[in-house]
């Protein structure tokens, strides 16, 4: 594993991902303080409007913007490219010459593209704490709730949010490694789990939906929210971590089972 931790550190696609889990952090971090927040009309109810209130306000504000976008890309990239960049190399049947089983080749790759992965999830809010504190100073934390605590009790909440944060994108980790395992072409592996993702946030937002909207991967991917109460109110987190396991798992599962019985002939 760890010969793959370091053959995956000297690829462009991972110092690209580094370039942007730093700078997109630090964009926000500069833009709110420059120009300070924009407000959206919704008063105290909204994270942008709050942002500026300290150094961990901003951190929370920017794992906001992130995890609906930008991190999902970045998971699904280590994950998606992982197995299927192999193939599209012509390398992938040469490796499984060496006696390297195909589970054990699978376990190597999916455990580096998940330890990068959590890389990026932990980086991004510890990037915007610093810049956001360097900022806005380390300040009592203020929540779009009209409440707030400490700045200590605001680190563990912090931690616990980026951990929450971190499970809900175990599903793209999962999908993106199915599609990896399905395709030589990186890009189609990272497009189809991003596209699926998308497609889960737009659906979520159509209330025809109904109990359906509650299956989706996406639905409980801000249910975090409720650790920034007074007292932390755990009972969504739970039930989205409880739905987050079959879209994880699953995936995993197939992704295994398909590698397993798959011809390699790339």
């Known amino acids: 594993m760890v010969v793959e931790l370091l053959r995956q550190a000297k690829r462009r696609r991972t110092w690209v991902a580094l370039l942007f889990v730093l700078a997109v952090p630090l964009v926000v971090i500069g833009a ?43 998971v699904a990239l280590f994950a998606g490219d992982s197995v299927a960049s192999e193939g599209s190399w012509g390398s992938l049947r040469y490796l499984l010459v060496r006696p390297v089983g195909r589970m054990r080749l699978l376990r190597v790759k999916l455990s580096v593209a998940a330890t990068y ?16 504190t360097l900022a806005f100073g380390w300040k009592p934390v203020t929540t ?9 009790s605001g680190v563990w909440r912090l931690a616990a949010v980026d951990g929450y ?11 993106a490694f ?3 395992t399905m395709t030589d072409a990186p890009l189609a592996a990272v ?4 596209m699926l ?70």
Request: aromatic fraction near 10%.
């Open 32 to 74: 709110l303080k420059v120009n300070g927040p924009s407000s959206s009309g919704g008063g105290s109810n909204d994270f942008v409007d709050i942002a500026t209130r300290s150094g961990l306000n901003a951190a929370f504000f920017v794992l906001v913007v992130t995890s609906q976008f930008l991190l999902v890309v970045l």
């Open 117 to 132: 992965g959590v890389a990026a999830i932990v980086a991004t809010p510890l990037v915007a704490l610093v810049a956001g």
């Open 144 to 152: 779009p709730f009209g409440g707030g605590f400490s700045a200590a």
């Open 165 to 175: 944060v971190m499970a809900m994108l175990g599903c793209v980790v999962a999908l």
């Open 178 to 180: 199915l599609f990896s």
């Open 191 to 194: 497009g189809g789990s991003v």
């Open 197 to 266: 993702i998308v497609v889960s946030q737009v659906l979520d937002q159509v209330t025809a939906l109904g109990v359906v909207r509650d299956a989706l991967p996406t639905h409980y991917w801000f249910s975090w929210t409720g650790l920034l109460q007074t007292p932390p109110d755990t009972s969504t987190v739970s039930v989205g971590l409880l739905t987050a396991i079959p879209w994880t798992v699953v995936p995993l599962l197939l992704a295994f089972w398909n590698f397993r019985r798959k011809d390699i002939l790339s």
